[in-house]
């Protein structure tokens, strides 16, 4: 009972702020019963007189009510389904800036991290770089051997655990409240828009796992000339502190100096895409964060990545899905895109791969009758997205993190090169990939390309060999759910069944049961 006043508080003063600077205004009332109306009515009495524009005005807003609102806002902003483009839009302009704490909270917090004093853990420990809602950037220096070595140290905010909690407690108490009250809130499922953004927020505040994904990362691209992110200083890794090496860089938002220092802007913008492409398609691990102020040029011209919270992961079948739907719209062979939807086990298997095809190539003509400049490859995924919906194709999470994050590094490599030609860019990293993990393969088709009907039967066994490896998955996933064959793999087998010789079905169903029989041997009570 207390707790839900104190929530209700929370929400009330939340709402007031609203009120204040004007938010309420940008609701469309008209739709709305009588309360609710005559509620924003009310609430518009408290209105401050601002010239602000409405976009400005909820920024304004959350800025005001503190880090969690700042958060859920940079969240929402991801989520057009949830609050509509408009607004999405708007919150995408929200800056996670804010003024910095002392000073001596910063050193207070990193010398009980460390239970050291601070003198014993850097040599220096300079005024903060920048702050923004979660943690604020030190720049100090560590003596080793007798030499000195700047270092950037990222110190968490002093109490933001706790008022995170408390103010996603009350967007928890929210959004269950709204649950029980409109179908609308349960259709988008708030409660659990809540629960993600706590899980990212909740990742985003252990530093030893920003570290982790730069040190992983590091490892990844160790070889690759144009790209590398910050060596971690483990030693000075904690919690609540995050020791990174110095870059000693231009930003990319810095566009004034990558002039005066003579880079070549397209060629880094190229960089930004390719990297960006190479780690998601490559790696299956991407930098989800991808704007112009977490990114560097170094003198020797290499781009540099920092701010690891937020973090892309792919697995080897998005990544080939991936790379196959951009070979794909860049060959215009939309009949292989389809099958590849198909093959991932990503359409439901009632609708032709034919109409499914035709929806693609609906999306992929247009694109290649614009000039370079007007294609982006951000807006293509999305509209592929728009179309699978359509076939009750549900977008896999970290697919739709690819795609937001695309939209970002597209924007960075346009203001580095407003006539970047994204596909001519794309090319070598997809063609690469495809070279290496699909080459054997497309060599064999290649060359029996012609050879008669033993030709065309030995180049579909790859096709062959991945449908079967759809089905492979979904066995995968029954064994590791436990021994319940769900009912979509019973009706997959049947499936198989209607398309494939009896011969093929009886060996996929002794798979099955040798698959549950050892998945019963390791689950079994002993
Ligand atoms: N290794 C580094 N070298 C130099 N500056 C850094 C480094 N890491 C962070 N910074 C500076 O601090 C700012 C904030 O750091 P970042 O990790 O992006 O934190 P946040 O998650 O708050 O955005 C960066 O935009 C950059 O200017
Ligand atoms: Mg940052």
Same mark, same amino acid.
């Given at each position: 009972m207390i707790s839900a006043a104190?929530?209700?508080?929370?929400?009330?003063?939340?709402?007031?702020?609203?009120?204040r600077e004007g938010v309420l205004a940008l609701v469309d009332t008209r739709p709305l019963p009588f309360a609710p109306r005559a509620a924003i009515a009310f609430g518009r009495l408290f209105e401050r007189r601002t010239s602000k524009d409405s976009s400005s005005r909820l920024a304004a807003a959350l800025t005001r009510l503190g880090p969690t609102y700042v958060k859920l806002g940079q969240f929402l902003a991801t989520r057009p389904d949830v609050v509509g483009t408009a607004i999405a839009r708007d919150l995408e302009m929200l800056q996670d800036k804010m003024a910095p704490f002392p000073q001596a909270e910063a050193e207070a917090a990193i010398a009980a991290a460390f239970d050291k004093p601070l003198?014993?853990?850097?040599?220096?420990?300079?005024?903060a770089v920048a702050a923004a809602s979660i943690a604020q950037v030190h720049r100090a220096e560590i003596e080793k051997d007798g030499v000195r070595k700047p270092v950037a140290v990222k110190v968490l905010r002093p109490d933001i655990e706790r008022r995170f909690k408390s103010d996603l407690d009350a967007f928890f108490f929210?959004?269950? /409240?709204? @649950?029980? =009250?409109?179908?609308?809130?349960? +259709?988008?499922?708030?409660?659990e828009v809540v629960a993600t953004l706590a899980r990212s927020v909740s990742i985003e505040m252990d530093f030893r796992l920003e570290a982790a994904a730069a040190?992983?990362?590091?490892?990844?691209?160790?070889?690759?000339?144009?790209?590398?992110?910050?060596?971690?200083?483990?030693?000075?890794?904690?919690?609540?502190?995050?020791?990174?090496?110095?870059?000693?860089?231009?930003?990319?938002?810095?566009?004034a100096t990558l002039t005066t220092k003579g880079f070549d802007l397209p060629a880094l913008?190229?960089?930004?895409?390719?990297?960006?492409?190479?780690?998601?398609?490559?790696?299956?691990?991407?930098?989800?964060?991808?704007?112009?102020?977490?990114?560097?040029?170094?003198?020797?011209g290499r781009l540099v990545a920092v701010d690891f919270g937020i973090m892309g992961?792919?697995?080897?079948?998005?990544?080939?899905? /991936?790379? @196959?739907? =951009?070979?794909?719209?860049?060959? +215009?062979?939309?009949?292989r895109t389809a099958q590849v939807h198909f093959d991932a086990g990503y359409v439901p298997r009632h609708h032709s791969v034919e109409s499914f095809a035709q929806a693609i190539r609906a999306i992929g003509e247009p694109i290649h009758n614009r000039t370079a400049e007007d294609i982006s490859m951000a807006k293509l995924l999305t509209l592929l997205f728009e179309v699978t919906g359509l076939f009750d194709m549900q977008t896999r999470p970290e697919l739709l993190l690819l795609q937001k994050t695309m939209v970002v590094v597209e924007g960075v490599s346009r203001v580095l090169d407003p006539r970047l030609d994204m596909w001519t860019t794309a090319d070598p990293v997809v063609r690469e990939w495809i070279a290496r993990y699909l080459g054997p393969i497309g060599k064999l088709e290649d060359a029996v390309e012609g050879a008669g009907e033993?030709?065309?039967?030995?180049?579909?066994?790859?096709?062959?060999?991945?449908?079967?490896?759809? =089905?492979?998955?979904?066995?995968?996933?029954?064994?590791?759910?436990?021994?319940?064959?769900?009912?979509?793999?019973?009706?997959?087998?049947?499936?198989?069944?209607?398309?494939?010789?009896?011969?093929?079905?009886?060996?996929?169903?002794?798979?099955?049961?040798?698959?549950?029989?050892?998945?019963?041997?390791?689950?079994?009570?002993?």
């Open positions: 104190s929530h209700l508080l929370r929400l009330a003063r939340a709402g007031f702020v609203f009120a003198d014993a853990i850097y040599a220096s420990f300079g005024p929210a959004a269950r /409240l709204g @649950e029980r =009250l409109s179908p609308e809130a349960r +259709r988008l499922r708030l409660v040190s992983e990362m590091a490892q990844n691209t160790k070889d690759d000339p144009g790209f590398r992110v910050p060596e971690v200083d483990w030693d000075r890794t904690a919690r609540e502190v995050l020791t990174l090496e110095w870059i000693d860089g231009t930003k990319l938002t810095d566009r913008g190229r960089s930004v895409i390719q990297n960006f492409l190479r780690h998601a398609l490559r790696d299956g691990f991407f930098h989800a964060d991808m704007h112009p102020g977490n990114l560097f040029v170094d003198d020797g992961r792919l697995g080897p079948k998005e990544r080939r899905f /991936l790379a @196959e739907i =951009l070979f794909g719209f860049i060959t +215009r062979d939309y009949q033993i030709g065309r039967f030995v180049a579909q066994v790859p096709s062959l060999l991945a449908r079967a490896g759809t =089905l492979m998955d979904q066995l995968d996933d029954a064994t590791r759910n436990g021994l319940v064959l769900s009912s979509e793999t019973v009706s997959a087998i049947g499936a198989a069944e209607a398309r494939r010789n009896r011969w093929t079905t009886i060996a996929l169903w002794a798979i099955a049961a040798l698959l549950a029989l050892i998945a019963w041997s390791i689950v079994r009570p002993v």
